[in-house]
Antibody
Framework: QLQLQESGPGLVKPSETLSLTCTVS??????????WAWIRQPPGKGLEWIGSIYYSGSTYYNVSLKSRVTISGDTPKNQFSLKLSSVTAADTAVYYC????????????????WGQGTLVTVSS | SYELTQTPSVSVSPGQTASITCSGDKLGDKYACWYQQKPGQSPVLVIYEDFKRPSGIPERFSGSNSGNTATLTISGTQPMDEADYYC??????????FGGGTKLTVL
């Protein structure tokens, strides 16, 4: 059974870099035709896609965050990671990782399953 | 940029049919999917590719997508279906767009 688990600091200071890791079990992040994604949800608000990494290592980002986001994969550890630089209070959110289906060669498919999520608060 | 619009809240009586809509320009030309999110939990995929149900999702959940509107229908709504529901559109650009969410109340 595929499971994803987010980990990382729950508190980050403004202007610093948020770093999270998603550990995958039950599947390999190098399996063909799959994406691995990060999505976030500010408290009481809706979902926002951050970006995805393809099994080949190609990355795709939300244009609104692209200048601050880096997603990378670690195949031996079966993990993928998120780095978000220059954070502000607006980046306070629950961060989810998820497997994303490949749709037409684009990272535009559905997300299933999702990790349990981890709350990251940006505050001094 | 592409936007998806959802009614903020929908109320339904137990046993009745709930319809939750998601509107976007030519949404019917794209694939739509739906997620259910209960308080304090992660989203769960309930419909993908407009109308397909993942394994384990009850048959009372169904979907359709035509024109500018995708619809999630819950037949015989149960109290356990009370949750937030989010739609998502799939397209070549932008890759992923979520609707703002609809809070379904079963009362």
């Amino acid at each position: 059974q595929l499971q994803l688990q987010e980990s990382g600091p729950g508190l980050v200071k403004p202007s610093e870099t948020l770093s999270l890791t998603c550990t995958v079990s039950g599947d390999s992040i190098s399996s063909t035709s799959q994406y691995w994604a990060w999505i976030r949800q500010p408290p009481g608000k809706g979902l926002e896609w951050i970006g995805s990494i393809y099994y080949s290592g190609s990355t795709y980002y939300n244009v609104s965050l692209k200048s601050r986001v880096t997603i990378s994969g670690d195949t031996p550890k079966n993990q993928f990671s998120l780095k978000l630089s220059s954070v502000t209070a607006a980046d306070t959110a629950v961060y989810y990782c998820a497997r994303q289906s490949d749709y037409g060669g684009n990272p535009s498919g559905w997300f299933d399953p999702w990790g349990q999520g981890t709350l990251v608060t940006v505050s001094s | 940029s592409y936007e998806l619009t959802q009614t903020p809240s929908v109320s339904v009586s137990p046993g009745q049919t709930a319809s939750i809509t998601c509107s976007g320009d030519k949404l019917g030309d794209k694939y739509a999917c739906w997620y259910q999110q209960k308080p304090g939990q992660s989203p769960v995929l309930v419909i993908y590719e407009d109308f397909k149900r993942p394994s384990g999702i009850p048959e009372r959940f169904s979907g359709s997508n035509s024109g500018n509107t995708a619809t999630l229908t819950i037949s015989g709504t149960q109290p356990m279906d009370e949750a937030d529901y989010y739609c998502q559109a799939s397209d070549s650009s932008p890759y992923v767009v979520f609707g703002g969410g609809t809070k379904l109340t079963v009362l």
